[in-house]
C-alpha cells in the first residue's frame, strides 16, 4: 500500500478518493493472504478506517450538510453506516483473522463499505466539488493530515529491521477515537475550515 500523499496543493476530496482507492484494493487483496500477511493487512484497514472516516464525520461530513441540497439525508445515511462499520471492524479485530467466521464477516463488511464509499463519491464528494470553493477545499486536507499523524503507521513488513505481526494499531474503537481528538484539534486551530 501506498501511503497518502499528503502534501500541500492537493485537495480534500483528491485525497479522499484516492483513499478510497486503497480501502478497495485492501480489501482485495485480504482476500487473498494468509498469517501474518492477513494480520497485517487487516491492521492496515483499520488504520485506514480510523483516519479516513474520522475526518470525513469531523470535517467533511458536517460541510456538505451545510452546503449541499439535501445535505442532511445524504449525510446522516453516511453517519449511520460509519457508525456501523466501526462496530463491525471492532467486532472483527476481536474475532481475530484466524477465527473460522473471520473470513465470511470480512466479506460481508467489505461489501457494506464499498457500497458506502460508492455512495459517497456518487452522492457528495462530486457534489462538494460543484459546491465549495478549491482554496476551501484545500485547506480542508488538513484534517487528514492531523489523522495521519494520530494513527502511528506500522513498519513495512518486508523492512528488514521490521518486525513481522506487530501490532501497533491496537483496538479499534481506541484509534478512532484518539483520531478523532487529534482532528477535533485541527478544527479547533482552524476555524475558517468548518
Ligand atoms: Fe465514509
Ligand atoms: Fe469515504
Known amino acids: 500500500m501506498t501511503m497518502m500523499e499528503t502534501e500541500p496543493g492537493r485537495d480534500v476530496i483528491d485525497l479522499l478518493l484516492e483513499q478510497h ?21 487487516f491492521e492496515d484497514l483499520v488504520r485506514l478506517l480510523a483516519v479516513h472516516e474520522t475526518a470525513e464525520e469531523t470535517v467533511v461530513h458536517p460541510v456538505a450538510r451545510r452546503e449541499l441540497e439535501s445535505g442532511e439525508q445524504v449525510v446522516d445515511q453516511r453517519l449511520e453506516e460509519e457508525d456501523g462499520a466501526k462496530k463491525e471492524l471492532a ?33 457528495e464528494f462530486l ?5 465549495v470553493d478549491l482554496d476551501t477545499l484545500r485547506r480542508m486536507a488538513g484534517a487528514l493530515r492531523a489523522a495521519e ?8 513488513r518486508h523492512a528488514p529491521e521490521s518486525p513481522v505481526g506487530n501490532l501497533v494499531t491496537g483496538p479499534p474503537l481506541a484509534l478512532f477515537d484518539r483520531v478523532r481528538d487529534a482532528v477535533r484539534e485541527w478544527r479547533e486551530k482552524n476555524p475558517d475550515d468548518r
Do not use: N
Not at 482507492?21 to 493487512?41: M, P, V, Y
Open 91 to 123: 467486532d472483527l479485530y476481536d474475532m481475530g483473522v484466524d477465527h473460522p467466521e473471520f473470513d465470511r464477516r470480512l466479506r460481508a463488511f467489505e461489501a457494506d463499505v464499498i457500497q458506502h464509499v460508492t455512495k459517497e463519491e456518487a452522492e
Open 149 to 156: 499523524a494520530a494513527a502511528p503507521t506500522r513498519p513495512r
Open 127 to 131: 457534489r462538494l466539488c460543484g459546491a
Open 21 to 41: 482507492d486503497e480501502i478497495r484494493s485492501l480489501f482485495s487483496e485480504l482476500r487473498r493472504a494468509q498469517g501474518a500477511a492477513k494480520e497485517e493487512l
